[in-house]
């Protein structure tokens, strides 16, 4: 099991040692497919089921180094995906929702998530465009990108809130970065689209 958390703090991803510890121990293996695990030291997106993709370690670095998640925080993440950042997440805060659009890529994710025993993660099935939360969130992270601004994301983060997620319809995407108000542009990436 390589050690991402030391990986990604060397070369300047992370910059909380908490951080860099729940890296450590989450093995990025328990989250391929079996014929893929084998992948899983390369620093790169690996394809994973029904034309989904895991984000490169790196990637889940900078959205949890920019989100900052701490152990009072109520995280939304949209985009299960293989459950990988889900597991990360849940174990820097207090808990996590994650929505997730495909049916069956939930079914699998939530296999991946049980390894973990984690009792503080909600899964959600939906598109997030038509789903209502009651509750405002610490934090939100969106692993897929939406192709117009999701100005209704405001409603569901608290005001001093932190949100980050790709926006574009076509690769590269700005990624965008919002704390306690203020926008940021931080960098460009890709990722799958957001079903309207």
Not at 37 to 63: C, G, R, V, W
Not at 130 to 139: A, T
Not at 140 to 157: C, G, Q, V
Not at 166 to 175: D, E, I, R, S
Request: with cysteine.
């Amino acid at each position: 099991m390589k050690e991402w958390g030391k990986v990604l703090s060397k070369e300047g991803f992370l910059h909380n040692p908490t951080h860099s510890d729940t890296f450590n121990a989450v093995d990025r293996r328990d989250f391929l497919p079996e014929d893929l695990k084998k992948y899983s030291d390369a620093d790169e997106p690996i394809p994973i089921l029904y034309n989904q993709t895991q984000s490169a370690p790196h990637m889940n670095a900078i959205f949890v180094n920019y989100g900052e998640p701490d152990e009072n925080d109520d995280v939304l993440e949209i985009g299960t995906g293989s459950g990988y950042l889900t597991v990360i997440l849940s174990f820097l805060s207090k808990r996590v929702v994650s929505v997730e659009y495909l049916r069956e890529m939930l079914a699998w994710s939530s296999k991946n998530i049980a390894k973990y025993e984690r009792k503080n993660i909600d899964l959600v099935s939906g598109n997030i465009n038509n789903l209502c939360f009651k509750r405002r969130f610490d934090l939100i992270i969106s692993s897929a990108s939406f192709r117009n601004e999701p100005t209704f994301l405001n409603r569901l983060l608290k005001p001093e809130g932190t949100m980050v997620y790709p926006l574009g319809k076509f690769p590269p995407q700005k990624l965008i970065g919002i704390k306690g108000g203020k926008r940021q542009e931080l960098g460009w990436v890709a990722f799958v689209n957001i079903s309207d």
